[in-house]
């Protein structure tokens, strides 16, 4: 079983010599030149502007609405300044891993089309099965800290609605796993889109839906603060006597996992890079202009929603913007931000699983290529017309989302998991792996002043991830000791 997934991994993401490659003889060279660029692909016609404009539609998330309070536990001085570290860490292993695209000369060397095609073409044996495993790792958390951010949103829909009607001081007490059901049956229909390719739609409309809501929380963040005649908060955050010592620890821990999870791209910049049209300038280049562009875009960003967050609301900012009810009215104003969340994350989802979807299918297809079930198509009717539907695909798509929606409903704490997931994929991801290619594709020497500098960089976001992690958790188990699964 091992050895077929190796050699399923090897197949998929690192295709025979030459099997993806048109020479230029079989072309002819004015061919090749007019539309194909040197591996034969379609000529790309990305630019600065939109590998930019991807990057921030990727980064701008849900992640953005728990920057309150993040800010919250670490105050007005150590708030911001670990928003710029992280936006510092991100934007330098960015640029490290923007040079792993090509191996060897950046303006003709072999290019590398996946995140995992970089690893391989740099690293070796037992890193190569590591990366595999986090990054899908990852992305099944992604997929269970959307499910229930989605549910929280839809439930604040329902809230907003009741104190409007009840009045404030109405609990109004709804359960949120009908939600999570609800955004699991969507999520079923859309995982049916075979591949990334089709649900471009559906990523344009999540990024606007993005800026919609991140746009609402800011302008009711300084509304409140004009409302309250000045900035809340304070230099060091909340004090102790609101929380014991330990849950400040934990929260300002928790904290750095929530700002680490906003600036999560690493796994699709390579992705990225790949749409960027030949050199000259070199792929590399436009990409670091282009990442230097939308960090500092997404910074400015997240500082105002942060900040603004903060400002309005102390130490009782909510972990959740607009689901945390610190704005009640107006009501329709919040569903409709909340109601922009769950389109976006009903996008966000599909974006970050289709990777997923495709390897375990192609490792299927490897594994069993007779069996119809695996490889045969169905004919379907549907309406007047019909649609072939694979039935492996069918299956075990279904069964992923019945998965995290299930695990969902039995932990349903967004801040928690928020910062579980950030630190989960910021060392490795963001920065173990991007230092250790770039060690080895500009053969920096052992020991040398540049080597112990990057070591010292990621033992550093190591330290930062794991004490994160272990905020998360204690958070995660402080919020089992009240919850009821499928009840609360």
């Not at 708030?79 to 860490?89: D, E, K, N, R, Y």
Request: hydrophobic share 50%; charged share 10%; proline share 4%.
């Amino acid at each position: 079983m091992g050895q077929a997934v190796d050699n399923v991994v090897a197949t998929f993401y690192y295709p025979p010599a030459g099997a993806m490659e048109v020479s230029a003889a079989e072309l002819g060279d004015t061919a090749l030149s007019k539309c194909f660029d040197d591996d034969g692909r379609n000529k790309r016609t990305g630019t600065m502007w939109t590998a930019s404009s991807h990057i921030i539609t990727a980064v701008i998330g849900s992640g953005v609405l728990s920057l309150g309070w993040a800010i919250a536990q670490l105050g007005w001085v150590a708030g911001p300044a670990v928003m710029i570290l992280f936006s510092l860490v991100t934007y330098f292993t960015s640029s490290l891993l923007a040079d792993c695209y090509r191996s060897g000369d950046q303006s003709t060397g072999k290019r590398n089309y996946t995140y995992m095609d970089a690893v391989n073409a740099n690293l070796s044996g037992v890193k190569v099965k590591v990366c595999g495993v986090l990054q899908y790792a990852n992305i099944v958390g992604v997929a269970i800290g959307y499910t229930i951010a989605a549910s929280i949103s839809m439930l604040a829909i329902k809230r907003a609605n009741c104190f409007h009607g009840k009045g404030h001081a109405n609990p109004c007490k709804i359960s949120s796993t009908p939600y999570m059901i609800i955004f699991g049956v969507a999520q079923v229909f859309f995982s049916q889109i075979p591949d990334f390719d089709q649900i471009s739609w559906l990523s344009m409309l999540a990024a606007a839906m993005s800026f919609t809501y991140s746009s609402i929380g800011l302008g009711l963040g300084i509304v409140q603060v004009i409302a309250n005649g000045g900035v809340k908060g304070s230099l060091t955050g909340i004090s102790i006597g609101a929380v014991t010592p330990m849950q400040k620890v934990w929260r300002s821990t928790q904290a750095f996992g929530d700002i680490a999870f906003a600036y999560s791209y690493s796994l699709i910049l390579i992705e990225i890079q790949d749409t960027i049209r030949a050199p000259p300038p070199s792929e590399s280049t436009v990409m670091k202009r282009a990442t230097g562009v939308s960090v500092a875009v997404t910074t400015v960003f997240y500082m105002l929603c942060g900040c603004m967050g903060y400002a309005a609301f102390g130490d009782a900012a909510p972990g959740n913007l607009l689901t945390g009810f610190g704005f009640y009215e107006p009501f329709w104003l919040l569903d409709v931000a909340n109601a922009a969340i769950v389109v976006h994350l009903v996008g966000a989802y599909q974006v970050y699983c289709q990777p997923l979807f495709a390897f375990v299918e192609k490792w299927a297809a490897q594994r069993w290529p007779d069996s119809k079930f695996v490889t045969g198509e169905v004919e379907v009717p549907l309406f007047r017309t019909s649609c072939k539907v694979n039935m492996f695909r069918a299956t075990w798509r279904t069964a992923f989302v019945v998965a995290t929606t299930v695990v969902s409903m039995m932990l349903p704490f967004f801040n928690d998991v928020v910062g579980f997931l950030g630190a989960l994929g910021f060392w490795p991801l963001t920065v173990y792996f991007p230092v250790e290619m770039y060690v080895v594709q500009k053969k920096v020497p052992k020991w040398s002043t540049k080597w112990v500098c990057l070591q010292i960089l990621s033992l550093g976001c190591l330290a930062i991830s794991l004490a994160a992690a272990a905020g998360s958790i204690a958070g995660i188990k402080s919020d089992l000791k009240v919850y009821h699964p499928f009840k609360t």
